[in-house]
């Protein structure tokens, strides 16, 4: 089955700067991206989400790039915020052609932005 | 509120007891995915529905758990003789039945076995 690593696991920023978390997918078949953020005790809520046959997407200050054949993809956050302070999930799905669309999570980032 | 709800938000219960969780997607979506998440990881997959029909459950459904759907809408997670083990958050998802669509999440329910 789909396996998903994410690094790093902690995150800390100065509010301001840039922010990259990184992950890695190993079945070639997977085909849908998506990125959760998770605020403490609350649900996960997408932010950005990424198909196979697009190499970025970008939305404000948050953008995805996705590297098929490497089989990587990395979340950009861009002058951070205190709120955007949370867990964030990366996760792959075959987003199209089966398999139940079930998304497999990576451990997740807990991000931190001080102020 | 028109999200996905789930009931209990939390339950404590005794080693050895059952209980019953209770998931209500938005409506008109068709899929519906059971997740647990332990603290420090990412949820889990457990279970998905496509309408009443369940069509896949995870090797990490022993067979102490069960999940229905009966008329195609709520989904009830049943446990039975719970284990420590068994202690998490357990989110519930729901999805349209097209490709490329999101999965929204409920809030969850926290279950503490003592």
Redesign the interface.
């Known amino acids: 089955g789909e396996n998903?690593e994410?690094h790093p696991s902690t995150l800390s920023v100065q509010e301001g700067d840039s922010a990259v978390i990184k992950c890695t997918y190993s079945d070639s078949a997977s085909n849908?991206f998506?990125w959760?953020k998770q605020e403490l005790g609350?649900?996960?809520?997408?932010i950005i989400?990424i198909?196979s046959n697009v190499g970025e997407k970008k939305d404000q200050r948050i953008a995805v790039t996705l590297n098929k054949t490497a089989k990587h993809f990395s979340l950009h956050i861009t002058e951070t915020q205190p709120e955007d302070s949370a867990v964030y999930?990366c996760?792959a799905s075959k987003?199209?052609?089966g398999s139940?669309?079930?998304?497999?999570?990576?451990?997740?980032t807990l991000l931190t932005v001080n102020p | 509120d028109t999200g996905v709800s789930q009931d209990p938000r939390h339950k404590i219960t005794k080693r050895g007891q059952n209980v019953t969780f209770r998931c209500d997607p938005i409506s008109e979506h068709n899929r519906l995915y059971w997740y647990r998440q332990t603290l420090g990881q990412g949820p889990e997959f457990l279970t998905y529905f496509q309408n009443e029909a369940q069509l896949e459950k995870s090797r990490l459904l022993s067979d102490r758990f069960s999940a229905e759907r009966p008329k195609g809408s709520f989904s009830t997670l049943e446990i039975q003789r719970t284990e420590q083990g068994d202690s998490a958050m357990y989110l519930c998802a729901s999805m349209p039945g097209g490709a490329w669509e999101t999965q929204y999440f409920g809030p969850g329910t926290r279950l503490l076995v003592l």
């Open positions: 998903v994410q849908y998506p959760y609350k649900r996960p809520q997408l989400d198909r999930f996760a987003g199209s052609g139940n669309y079930k998304l497999t999570f990576g451990k997740g």
